[in-house]
């Protein structure tokens, strides 16, 4: 089964911004929604944002105004653009389309 790849997390400080990437091999990939979900230690996996394959966005409440979902179809990737982070977005944020396998995340820390 294909399976997704996630990529671009890392350690950031309060207030900063970091953009997450995820691609999947796979020619369906247009005609497919996308969401991003998180799991911080010792939590649930929690939604964060999703895309329609026409475009259309929507994010958690914790999230709007902070992050923004988007994608580029042509080169088969969804992004996650992340602004004014806060320590509470610290997760392992992972991408999810449907019928292709979870990837295994990408860390996103914030801290100071």
């Known amino acids: 089964q294909v399976q997704l790849v996630e990529s671009g997390g890392g350690l950031v400080q309060p207030g900063g911004s970091l953009r997450l990437s995820c691609t999947a091999p796979?020619?369906?990939?247009?005609?497919?929604?996308a969401r991003w979900y998180r799991q911080a230690p010792g939590s649930q996996r929690e939604y964060v944002a999703t895309?329609?394959?026409?475009?259309?966005?929507g994010y958690a409440d914790a999230v709007k105004g902070r992050f923004t979902i988007y994608r580029d179809d042509e080169k088969n990737m969804v992004y996650l653009q992340m602004d004014n982070l806060e320590p509470a977005d610290t997760a392992v944020y992972y991408c999810?389309?449907?019928?292709?396998?979870w990837g295994q995340g990408t860390q996103v820390t914030v801290s100071s």
């Open positions: 796979t020619s369906d990939f247009s005609r497919l929604p």
């Open positions: 895309i329609t394959e026409n475009g259309r966005t």
């Open positions: 999810n389309m449907p019928g292709l396998s």
